[in-house]
């Protein structure tokens, strides 16, 4: 496999079931990742190292999974984009950990995505590195159309049998 080009990197062995989304979409863009855990409070030193050593490493953009009180992404911000992905932990099952990943000191910016959105953090990351690499935009690209085809195609089915008709055929009654 070629050198990774995005650190996927979450705080506990637990996140891995959200954080498969963002390899998930890397794996269908193609695109080399690493997969690490790396506790901002358990282990500073080692988040601080992957941070410091993320360019040197080949890594381009990075994808930071935290729980509360969310400080992955913040630790990690250099001068790389970082994504955050809230994940859902807490007494207010995660509704809390965007407002905790956005609210960066100026100069330290991390982008988020919804809670559990891993999979939504991996397209960002595709298109950072499409805006240089025009294999992965192009890979994005028909991603994107591919997407729309699929839409186009239910909304066709659902305007030639009717909505009743249609469900039915998604609960596989029609299958």
Request: with cysteine; hydrophobic share 45%.
């Amino acid at each position: 496999m070629s050198k990774p080009r995005v650190g996927i990197i979450m705080g506990s062995d637990s996140d891995l079931a959200v954080m498969q989304g963002a390899a998930q979409a890397l794996e269908e863009m193609e695109i080399a990742f690493e997969l690490t855990v790396c506790p901002a409070h358990r282990t500073p030193d080692r988040a601080l190292e992957r941070a410091a050593t993320a360019r040197k490493r080949g890594l381009e953009v990075i994808i930071a999974g935290a729980g509360l009180p969310a400080h992955l992404p913040g630790v990690l911000a250099t001068t790389l984009p970082v994504i955050g992905v809230p994940l859902t932990s807490g007494a207010l099952n995660g509704v809390d950990t965007p407002y905790a990943i956005v609210q960066m000191p100026p100069g330290i910016p991390v982008a988020t995505v919804a809670i559990g959105g891993a999979r939504n953090a991996g397209l960002p990351a595709a298109a950072i590195i499409g805006s240089h690499d025009r294999d992965v935009a192009g890979r994005l690209e028909a991603f994107r159309a591919q997407q729309s085809q699929a839409v186009n195609a239910r909304a066709q089915k659902r305007e030639e049998i009717g909505y009743r008709a249609y469900l039915e055929s998604q609960r596989g009654g029609g299958r």
